[in-house]
């Protein structure tokens, strides 16, 4: 699975950050996007919301907070091809980077 661009403050592709769980599963298995689904216990921390992770392709996860259940993180990974509107992604030199 690839998703093409990241868009700051914005979301991943069609992703977009503050959807809900539910929606971005549906998203997901209507698109045939094969995801793993984690829950991060985080009892111990001052909110004590857990946090539902869903991990896509070993390369993009994706974070949801029990609180609400919207998205509010992307992490992108491993060889993942998604590209910021610059065209900075993962494994770009720095040198192109600092330009």
């Known amino acids: 699975m690839t998703f093409n661009n990241i868009v700051p403050y914005d979301g991943l592709g069609e992703i977009k950050l503050y959807t809900k769980l539910d929606d971005v599963k549906e ?48 992490y992108i990974m491993n060889k993942c091809e998604a590209k910021l509107p610059n065209n900075i992604k993962i494994g770009t030199a720095i040198k192109y980077v600092k330009k």
């Not at 298995?29 to 919301?49: L, T």
């Not at 994706?62 to 919207?70: D, P, Q, R, T």
């Open 27 to 74: 998203y997901l298995d209507k698109n045939h996007i094969k995801y793993e689904e984690n829950i991060y216990d985080h009892s111990d921390c001052d909110v004590k919301y857990n946090w539902y992770v869903l991990k896509v392709d070993n390369s993009i996860g994706l974070f949801f907070s029990e609180g609400n259940y919207k998205l509010f993180k992307i």
